[in-house]
């Protein structure tokens, strides 16, 4: 992992951990902008002066909840590359570990989420979002130039926006079938791709 991944994963004290996780859940399931620091400090049992003191301010939590998210995202991503050498399967991981991160995911994705309450370019949290998508469009790319694809710049524009559709599916149709159908586009097109 490089780059903004990195930096959730100083240890943190346990107040601030508690702080984290609750804001964690509460930005997901309510939206950033529908919590305030008074809701986390007292779900958290922690003063607002400790939230401060841990993070700086509420945008300061929130750059470390979305960072603390890519961090998880990319090491369930790690874990699953780890041993494995087929280049098509490499490709293929991010579509492999939806199945375990989905379950956990009922208003789709935290990142996509986050992009909607941050209009602003410049907002630390937004640079986060973007940040996150790029490293999986430039992962697929990366992986498709490795396994062969003739077109890897395509492909990983068509396997991200495959990767995307399937988390609204899942989420917002409940289509809980989705992971495995989109993969097995996903498979087709990598195939196609690198076909010799």
Not at 102 to 109: D, N, T, W
């Amino acid at each position: 992992m490089s780059g903004i991944a990195n930096k959730t994963e100083t240890k943190l004290t346990p107040a601030a951990r508690r702080i984290l996780d609750t804001a964690a859940e509460l930005f997901y399931t309510r939206g950033i902008h529908a919590v305030g620091v008074d809701t986390i400090a007292a779900e958290s049992g922690v003063t607002k002066r400790t939230l401060y003191d841990r993070f700086g301010s509420k945008d300061g939590l929130l750059v470390t909840y979305l960072e603390d998210r890519d961090r998880r995202w990319r090491a369930r991503i790690d874990a699953h590359l780890a041993g494995e050498t087929d280049p098509i399967r490499r490709l293929l991981t991010p579509f492999d570990v939806l199945p375990e991160w989905l379950p956990g995911s009922s208003r789709g994705c935290g990142f996509i989420n986050a992009f909607a309450e941050l209009p602003e370019p410049d907002h630390p949290g937004r640079q986060v979002v973007v940040a996150e998508k790029t490293w999986l469009r430039d992962f697929f790319r990366d992986h498709a130039a490795a396994a062969g694809a003739a077109a890897a710049d395509r492909l990983a524009v068509q396997l991200l926006s495959l990767h995307e559709g399937a988390i609204i599916s899942y989420s917002m149709t409940g289509e809980h079938d989705a992971p495995a159908s989109v993969r097995a586009a996903a498979q087709q097109l990598a195939e196609q791709a690198t076909a010799r």
